[in-house]
């Protein structure tokens, strides 16, 4: 059985040069997905102008079949808010393109954390191709402009719900010194075992400023590694 970190490490070379919030998205995505049960790859990233008409050659003018209808400058993964990602098999290697019950998995923690779905479109079906355009346009893209810091806030929003539900006084756990240990020992172990990958759920249930969302956030984590 794949570890995440082993997931994680697959894909970080993909990651690079990715805008910032669709880099911490897609980080996400691998963990959230790896969480349900679906660990995936992301086989495409940011791609540069040369290397899209090297894509876009494909089929056309090279031989392999059409991968693309975008030539260089025109797909929104030359301006880095695009990921492609792939079904990583059980085995850690081979990847699995096939649309099944898994994929769909990963469409819908895709959509939730704010990327808009290829399989969606109505011309060129892009099935792997997950994109966060923080409301541009490509031609605006094009035309050079890039998210504001505002955009990108807004979008981060939606990655990190644990972070915003923290907010929220009425949400507290009010709990015994016992039950605070217990759930400490509980997130340690699910730290070691690797289901979760952030210290930082450990500190907050020593702290005892662990909300009841974020508990059932991390439940449904851990039922969906069972
Ligand atoms: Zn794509």
Known sequence: MITLSEVKAKSSKRLEGLNKVVKAATEQLIERSFAAGVPI???????????????????????????TNARGGYSNHNFGLAVDFALLLPDGKNVSWTVNNDWMTVVGIAKQLGFAWGGDWTSFKDYPHFEMLFGLTTVQLRAGQRPTAAQEAAAMARIK????????????????????ETLVKALQGMLDRKVISDKAWVDKAEKGTLTASELLWLNTILIANK
């Open 41 to 67: 790859l992301i086989a495409q990233g940011y791609r540069s102008i040369a290397e899209q008409d090297a894509l876009y050659a494909q089929g056309r003018t090279k031989p392999g079949s059409i991968v």
């Open 161 to 180: 719900p644990s972070d915003n539900v923290n907010e929220k006084e009425d949400d507290k756990l009010e709990l015994s010194k016992y039950q605070r």
